[in-house]
C-alpha cells in the first residue's frame, strides 16, 4: 500500500478484556516498529521485527503484552486483561531495514481507552 | 538520566522569525538522528535526518548535528503558522532502538 495501515482507528474496552491491533506496514519494508504514546508524552518504544523476529522484548511494558508478525509483513499487537493504564495512542511505523541509515513512516494508530 | 532530551517548550515565534529547536542526547555512539513533527492528534511525519557533523539543509529547515557536544538542532526559517506543531527528535544509537525525547511544542504567531 501508499502507507502504513493500522486498525482499528479507535477501540474502547472494559478494563479486562484483551485486545488486538493490527499494523500493516509499507510493502518492502523488512522493519516494523511498535510505540505507545500517552497523552502529552513522547514515544514510548515497545518491540520491533526484523523480518518475522523480535530479537529485543524488553521494551514490553508487561506480560500482558505480546506482538508478533507474520509472512514479514502485517503485525498485530495484543494487550490482554487490559487495565486503564495501556489507554494510550499505539503507533506502527516500518523502515526499509535495521542498522542502516533508514527513516521510519509511521501509520495514523489506534487510539486505545480502557474503562 | 533520558536517552533523549528536548526543551518540552512552548515555544512561540512571531511568523517570519526563525525557530530554533534543539535536542541532546546521552549515547556518544548514536549514529543516525531524525526530526518528526506531530500535529495535534495526527502521527509523526518525517522532517529531516541527519548522519554527519554540521549543517544540512532543507528548504526552510536546517538540521545541525555536533557529535562531539552530544547535541542535534532543528532550524526553522522563516517560521509560518503552518510549522506550529510539536517536534520529536529521534535518535538511533548503537543498537536498532530507537529513542524519542518528549517532543517541543512550537507556536508560530500570525
Known amino acids: 500500500g501508499a502507507g502504513v495501515s493500522q486498525s482499528p482507528s479507535n477501540k474502547v474496552t472494559e478494563k479486562g478484556k484483551d485486545v488486538e491491533l493490527r499494523c500493516d506496514p509499507i510493502?518492502?519494508?523488512?522493519?516494523l516498529y511498535w510505540y505507545r504514546q500517552s497523552l502529552g508524552q513522547g514515544l514510548e518504544f515497545l518491540i520491533y521485527?526484523?523480518?518475522?523476529?523480535?530479537?529485543?522484548k524488553s521494551g514490553l511494558p508487561s506480560d500482558r503484552f505480546s506482538a508478533e508478525r507474520t509472512g514479514g509483513s502485517v503485525s498485530t499487537l495484543t494487550i490482554q486483561r487490559t487495565q486503564q493504564e495501556d489507554s494510550a495512542v499505539y503507533l506502527c511505523?516500518?523502515?526499509?531495514?535495521?542498522?542502516?541509515?533508514?527513516?521510519?513512516?509511521f501509520g495514523p494508530g489506534t487510539r486505545l481507552l480502557v474503562l | 538520566q533520558k536517552e533523549v532530551e528536548q526543551n518540552s517548550g512552548p515555544l512561540s515565534v512571531p511568523e517570519g522569525a526563525i525557530a530554533s529547536l534543539n535536542c541532546t542526547y546521552s549515547?556518544?555512539?548514536?549514529?543516525?538522528f531524525f526530526w518528526y513533527r506531530q500535529y495535534s492528534g495526527k502521527s509523526p511525519e518525517l522532517i529531516m535526518f541527519?548522519?554527519?557533523?554540521g549543517d544540512k539543509e532543507d528548504g526552510r529547515f536546517t538540521a545541525q548535528l555536533n557529535k562531539a557536544s552530544q547535541y542535534v538542532s532543528l532550524l526553522i526559517r522563516d517560521s509560518q503558522p503552518s510549522d506550529s506543531a510539536t517536534y520529536l527528535c529521534?535518535?538511533?544509537?548503537?543498537?536498532?532502538?530507537?529513542?524519542f525525547g518528549t517532543g517541543t511544542s512550537l507556536t508560530v504567531i500570525p
Open positions: 510493502s518492502g519494508h523488512t522493519a
Open positions: 521485527f526484523q523480518g518475522n523476529s523480535a530479537p529485543d
Open positions: 529521534a535518535v538511533l544509537p548503537t543498537g536498532n532502538q530507537f529513542y
Open positions: 511505523a516500518s523502515s526499509l531495514g535495521l542498522l542502516t541509515q533508514e527513516t521510519q513512516y
Open positions: 549515547d556518544r555512539g548514536s549514529q543516525s
Open positions: 541527519i548522519y554527519s557533523n
